[in-house]
């Protein structure tokens, strides 16, 4: 999990760098969902004005970064990050600027009510404590607040094999620990309904990824986190695991 979500972040940035601004956002949206994901979720934070928006557990921060510029001119707000992999968080700051913590999403460094809408993608899945986790956004979110969520789920049938650090509830568990941590799922959608992203979009994060081989693919950590992305790919084209998206209200 440390080789994939923090050694490897802080080389992305490296990446970036060398190879332009433009290359950011879809770098840094590796394994956060497509443009259309993101899009979906969007609609239903309906952020508008100067609201406060956090994203937990966001890694690089490109979901942020892609849903400041697709809301500019109705949403005056900034995005707030929280990332638990100190070498992300940091990356995350210094390629969009927003203000960021190196922080668990079991722990906010926030107030109560203190933001007005949320999203987190792919973490649930790698939150053993997930009703913690959902306890404390519900926690921070104000009553009505929305909360974007992408989880993988677990579709039933045993797994033939385990990513390190996942631990994929099943579609009813997801919907009960919601439900306890005072949460109502308004709308959910698979994520294969969806578009997969534009060919411009995917020719950046590819020139990203061949930069990156090139220059750490000898190391440990490089090897380590591609065989989890191989695992996770093999796990979701068979449908052992899907990719849900959610829309839910603090209640």
């Known amino acids: 999990m440390e080789a994939e979500f923090d050694t490897v972040a802080a080389w992305t940035e490296g990446a970036v760098r060398a190879l ?18 993101l899009a979906w979720l ?6 508008r004005g100067d609201q406060r928006f956090l994203d937990a557990g966001a890694g690089l921060g490109g979901p942020a970064a892609w849903l400041a510029d697709d809301r500019r001119g109705s949403w005056d707000g900034r995005p707030v990050l929280t990332e638990p992999m100190v070498h992300a968080a940091a990356s995350a700051r210094r390629l969009f600027g927003f203000p960021t913590a190196a922080a668990v999403s079991e722990a906010l460094p926030l107030p109560t009510d203190g933001v007005d809408a949320a999203w987190s993608l792919g973490v649930l899945c ?3 404590s997930r009703t913690d986790m959902l306890a404390e956004l519900r926690r921070v979110l104000v009553t009505g607040g929305h909360l974007g969520l992408l989880v993988l ?20 568990e997801l919907h009960d620990q919601l439900a306890g941590a005072g949460f109502r799922v308004d709308d959910e959608i698979d994520a294969a309904r969806l578009p997969g992203a534009p060919p411009s979009w995917t020719e950046r994060a590819d020139r990203v990824e061949e930069h990156l081989r090139r220059h750490h693919g000898d190391h440990p950590a490089w090897r380590q986190a591609r065989e989890q992305e191989q695992v996770m790919g093999r796990l979701l084209r068979e449908r ?12």
Not at 20 to 37: F, K, L, N, Q, Y
Not at 153 to 172: K, S
């Open 20 to 37: 332009g601004p433009d290359h950011a956002v879809p770098a840094a949206c590796r394994g956060s969902g497509s443009p259309a994901d």
């Open 42 to 47: 969007a609609q239903g934070l309906d952020l």
């Open 126 to 128: 790698v939150t053993p």
């Open 153 to 172: 789920v677990h579709a039933g049938t045993p797994l033939p094999e385990q990513p390190e650090g996942n631990d994929f509830p099943t579609h009813a």
């Open 240 to 251: 052992y695991v899907v990719t849900t998206l959610l829309r839910t209200t603090a209640v």
